[in-house]
């Protein structure tokens, strides 16, 4: 479709945004939901329980500590990357968000390891509620972190052949899977200590 | 941030300059996360009570969240239309979250 | 069909070409990016759902007023499994209504009038060219389609669909057949495709209207919609993430729903415990309060448009109506737990909840005055679309008043769970609600097709529906304050306390096959009116908003030139001007 859309890439002049600005806050805000809904539940359960372990009984926190500095750096590179597109040098960018798809990789192999010790120990979800909200918190936090490497990915490689034809539009899009993988850090800021640490 | 009208310079309306400060924003930013991780995890070793360690660890979470939210989601240079958005979010956030433990909590009383 | 659009350029020239190169079946129909194409699309799936859905309801009303009789030709063709000798079993009692239920609001209802309506009529009546994102709503579309393919698939699967409510309760849902499975699968499509639906509307409304058309000037259908969506985009993630550990709890064995020592046939099931029934429900209603919300909201927004076009005056309270939207969006997150005042909750909370519920009662009522009131001093013309937009009001009057002995916490207790209910939320669904969409279909036709649809056949088509919608469900309201419980297989004939009114469920049943009766000539006139219809030019209601300045029906891209906004949305009988109404793209005269 050649049909031009207003907005894409230049700014509506009253909302001073693109719209794929606001679509990706908008879809940021649903994300915070769904998340909140399985916080909520970890509330719910855990005010409602009789005991509740805490999370060093079952959970590795050396591990975990990596993975939460190994996410925080992944974050500066992706912004490393938007900001070399902005001064127009794209081989940094391949660089920054080469980097931060790696470091996205790191976590994975780390809660590789974490979730096979655990299961060697005979840790499972099944086992009792502490280690099923543990589960499906991370698990879903680590689906988040799959596709965000998958965009990242998609914008390293065939993606990126927009930055030839419309290197704006291009930037844009870097600095929106940006926010995205933003969020997936932040929500792991909570999970960290919320799941390991109290 | 400021507007720049020349096209040719015209990435989102981020000059050269804007986004230098803006790479420099983000490193003090790291530093802070990583202290600020350290201090989470030097926390646990206080063995604090229950409640207080709840409090701090979720203190020192904001933090580092509005650190994140702020500089590397470039929230303090955002449009109000952004701000309204997440402003009804979090409203809404917090009946999702605390309302059902609420409804636990306050159960039938039989006399 | 080489488009040349007024939108300004930008970016390196020659990289945006005007013309375009005619797109093959596939791109053109199926995988169309085009907003009418999509809204079209979701409109007739969304149909031939509702109309799957009243099937399985025929089925059901057999079985409640005649319980244990063989029902004659269908019962033999629906197999042994389900109805051995033609009889209805108790468990395919519990499927239909599940899935009646479910196919209904996610699959029908919302689909029709959001994906449908909002997707077709959106973009024009803002004077857009396309949505904001056009790819996303055409992987909308086909993320719908797939979650209403799971569902329907998982009629054929053993132990058959999901049989625990549309409401998916656990413990039951936890550990109910295979099908339940396949119903949370199909949910999370039709989530995913809710969400990507309700960002783009959401982002096509603050950015493409078209110049001087302000959020002031916006019809009512418009900020309707807007509003809808937002319910949409932040309300389903609960659902989502429930859907996530109802899933957890029947494939990987966890018991988030699942409370301690919970025996089933006997025996005490061999799970780690600890979780909470009443989780499940809370995120669940976190949703689906809402989600009721958003089954009204668009049809309002409709009947709107329709009764300021066919009153030929400007709608009253049009800033009184807005406000009670965006109150009534807000307020519709904090209500929920009115669904479960009989779960063991505490005297503060369910004040709480009952507080904010009545709260919540003022902005519809607001709205639906507004309404009523419009009507006074029109010149009024009894098309079939303005038939349905007044049948609408004191349908939607009847089911919004029956709500409040719902949200008042005493009075539940004696009507929740009984056929009390499913009269208050079918009056607002279905002589509401659906009422409002078929206002839609007539009113909206002409511009999709160029034609209009038969009026005589409409008119028969809407006496027939409203006189057997009120057949149908007003003597629920009846049986409701006798305390006959609701998802009864019988319908209440093995309770003592039904035996007075047990004779009603005959009369809602014959109600509901006379209904579909009535529902033929609608088909009929959809199907023929297309291609024998009378044709009409671009603005056959002589309406005001942007939609009817373009062709009917519009090209790709919409307008031949973007439209401008010159005025409010609702300008008819303006004194002084030429006409009984001035479009808002009419510039106004010096």
Redesign the interface.
Known sequence: MSMEIPYTVEVRPDTGLNNGKIGIWLFLASEVMLFGALFASYVMLRVGAPEWPRGSTYLNIPLATLNTVILISSSVTMVLAWASLVKQDFSRFRLFMGITILCGLGFLVVKYFEYTSKFHHGYFPATNTFLAIYFTLTGLHGLHVIGGMAVNGYLWGPGSALWKTDPVHFTNRVENSGLFWHLVDLVWIFLFPVLYLL | MSESHDPKDAHAGHSHADVDRHVRAAYFVFGSLLVLTAFTVGAYFLHLPMRAAIALALLIATVKGTLVAAWFMHLVSERTLIYWVLGLTAVLFLPLLLLPTFTVLDGIVLR | MG?E?T??????AG??????EELGFWRKYVFS??HKTIGIWYAVTGMLFLLFGFGLMMLMRWQLAYPGQALPIIGALLGEARMPGGTMLPEFYNELGAMHGTIMVFMGVVPLAVGGFGNFVLPLQIG???????RINMVSYWSYFVGGSVMLASFFVPGGAAQSGWTSYSPLADIAGSGQTWWLFGMVFLITSS?LG???F??TT???RAPGLSFWRLPFFVWAQFVTS?LL??????L???A??QL?DRL?????FLPSGLVVSGQVLE??G???P??WQ??FW?LAHPEVYVLILPAMGIVAEVVANNTRKPLWGYRSMVYSLIFLG?MS??VW?HH?FI???????AAFFQTTTMIISIPSVVILSALFISLYGGAIRFTTPMLFALGFLPMFGIGGLTGLPLGLTAADIHLHDTYYVIGHFHYVVAPGTLFGLFAGIYYWFPKATGRVLNETLGKIHFFGSFVFMNVIFMPMFIMGLAGVSRRLYDGGASYSHAQGVLQWNVVSSWGAWALALFQIPFVFNFFWSMLRGKKVDRNPWHATTLEWAAPSPPP??NFETLPEAHRGPYEYGVPGAARDYSPQWEPVKA
């Open positions: 488009q659009t939108v300004a350029h930008h970016g390196a990289a945006h070409d005007a013309h375009h990016t085009d857009a060219p396309d949505m904001a994102f056009p969400l309700s960002i783009n959401i982002v603050i950015q493409l937002f985009l932040l309300a389903f993630p609960p989502e993430g429930a996530v550990l957890m990987a064995k966890t018991s988030f799970v780690s600890g979780g909470n009443l989780l809370h995120l976190f807000f997150f904090i737990a479960m779960t063991g909750m505490g005297t503060t909370m790709h891209g």
